[in-house]
DNA sequence: TAATTTATCACGGTTTTCCGTGAAAACAAA
DNA sequence: TTTGTTTTCACGGAAAACCGTGATAAATTA
């Protein structure tokens, strides 16, 4: 029998951080050396113990401090050699193509079985990457929606205008505001009309609500 | 050594279902049934082995078909001597309170260490309800932050006029739409400005959008 | 360096919203 | 049955938003 492989576990549910834990121990093959709440808890203890062989990370996506996608790029950063294994509850293309450019070896929702969970260690302690079916699917509508869906991009000024317009400053308070004349004000107000394909204030609003930008 | 207790456990989410089986396996005083990844599931098995004795059903809020809390309360009608005990990812005040209103026997957050969960249990088999600390709080806030934010009650036509305000359309277009006078909905649009009291069109905007009311 | 984008400002005219101040009828609740 | 709520309608004036049609300078990018 082979030394078995050293893991580290990262999530901020504690109660799944114990079930994974509970599952991955029943794994002879599998050597659990940390569990971790947040992203620098795991790179402090990789820094630290740089002498200890790990062989892969398995991490959530959502953590505080430092999230799962921080933590992957830095860990493919300061420690190539290191494997990483995303574990989330979302399915957010966006995430998974990050993820993917920044060199992750796998990913696998929260909703795959236990089975999909040790096949993918598996094939990732074995050299392989590892992306459930689901995902791949999940990226590919993505690459094609994204087509459909020209992503608006917006300037810097532009987004702060925006997000006082639908806080419900008027156009006045927002030239007053910025120390900018409120026709400046309103030719910002007309393109963000045009470029978010809007009809008034309520379309602007929506925009911004929706896209998160408040709070 | 007594009879060990049986329990049933429910989550939408695989991965977690495993971890918290994988979990409570390692208790010997507890022998788990069945886990399922609906509320309609447990329901059905509950219906069918009416014989068998189960004590405690654990599960999560967010599920498909059924979720958590109409799970309880189905229990709670058709089986009430069965305990209960909610575990969710989220702290929503609104749907503890629910909850507790349905006579749930326990809440705890997935934040919640192991520790926890098992105390949780035991108290719930013991006979006693258990809702944690934390929980407590949320609740006792919510009690709080409602009396200074007193749940504005809008009309069947206050909330149609509102969700067409929110989606573009002109005080001309709804009167049109509803086959009303546009004075009658300038009124309205007065009457949710200062019964919602905000500034203006982006505050309907804002509220609709923030309260689900479109889509 | 040339071309493009971004940020800034201007004006007149039209439409829409916002505000105050009503009021009447229908209906529900006390 | 009186009281309160909901739904409906009206007018005039002020404020703000919307539309078209510009322009200049700075910053970025190709």
Redesign the interface.
Known sequence: MNTPFSIIIAD?????L???T??LA?EPSINIVLTAKTGTQVLKYLRINTEEKIDLVITDINMPEMDGVELNAAIKEEFPKIKTLV?S?LEDAKKIKTLTEANANGYIS?????TE?LKAIKSILDGQNYFSPRIKQVLMEAMFSEKSEPEIALSKRETEVLKL????F?TQEIADQLFLSKHTIESYRKNLISKLG?????????YA??KGM?D
């Open positions: 901020d549910h504690s109660m799944f114990d079930g994974l509970s599952i029943e574990v509850m929260k909703n795959a079985e236990k969970l317009i639908a806080q419900e008027t809007v009809r008034n204030l309520a379309g602007l609003t929506r609500v929706e408040l």
